[in-house]
């Protein structure tokens, strides 16, 4: 697995370099006792460290059974699972896997699915806690369609949160969609959302912790003859 730096967190990175090393000069040429200068150092050496944790951006391979699979889109924690009706995009009942990220995970998106990106939305909204199940629907948020190559559609859903409300879509309608590639990034913690047909095997549970683009949250049933 090979991990950069993502580009969204280049300008954030450079600015907080330079704002962390401006402070820590000043704190150094003017506060004493020297104990002060060191913990200023100490705690910035790791916010900084923290940031840069955060804007990882792993490249993944799926080394397991592509057909029919679902992985998981983020690093997270498996926090809904159930069965409700989407009503904005699919308009029909579905089976609803949500993981929700920390500021400690990576924030990268991945696709769930192999297929081929079919809508791309962006809904404006609030920015209630993403951890909350309203926030699905009221936060603002980027959905994403996915068919399959036998036709099913699959959706997915980014959802900004109270921290977290810069959302990043780089799916395009008619380009093609491997669960390896990223679909976007979310910053400062939030939630991915998948809609799932009903009759989907699910392998995962609430409170299962997940890695994007590897974990198979998922595994789509045959297509009926």
């Not at 000043?26 to 100490?42: G, H, K, M, N, T």
């Not at 790791?46 to 397991?64: A, E, Q, W």
């Not at 809609?195 to 549970?205: G, H, M, Q, W, Y």
């Amino acid at each position: 697995m090979k991990v950069k730096i993502h580009s969204e967190g280049n300008n954030i990175l450079i600015i907080l370099l330079l704002m962390l090393t401006v402070i820590n000069a000043l704190a150094w040429l003017f506060i004493r006792p020297e104990a002060i200068p060191v913990i200023f150092s100490s705690l910035s050496l790791i916010l900084y460290l923290l940031v840069l944790n955060f804007f990882r951006s792993p490249r993944r391979t799926f080394t397991g059974n592509r057909e029919r699979v679902v992985v998981s889109s983020v690093d997270g924690r498996v926090v809904a699972l159930e069965r409700t009706y989407e009503p904005e995009v699919l308009k029909r009942e579905v089976i609803q896997l949500s993981v929700f990220m920390t500021i400690l995970n990576v924030h990268a998106n991945w696709f769930p699915v192999d297929g081929t990106v079919e809508l791309v939305r962006h809904h404006q909204g609030r920015f209630y806690s993403a951890y909350l199940p309203k926030s699905s629907i009221e936060n603002e948020r980027s959905t994403i369609v996915i068919r399959t190559a036998d036709g099913r559609r699959i959706l997915v859903r980014q959802i900004a949160g109270a921290i977290a409300r810069r959302i990043v879509t780089y799916a395009e309608p008619g380009e093609e969609a491997n669960i390896e590639d990223h679909l976007g990034f979310i910053k400062f913690g939030s939630r991915v959302d998948i809609f799932l047909p009903l009759d989907t095997e699910i392998n995962v549970k609430i409170g299962d912790k997940t890695i994007g683009g590897i974990t198979e949250v998922a595994r789509l049933a045959p297509i009926k003859s």
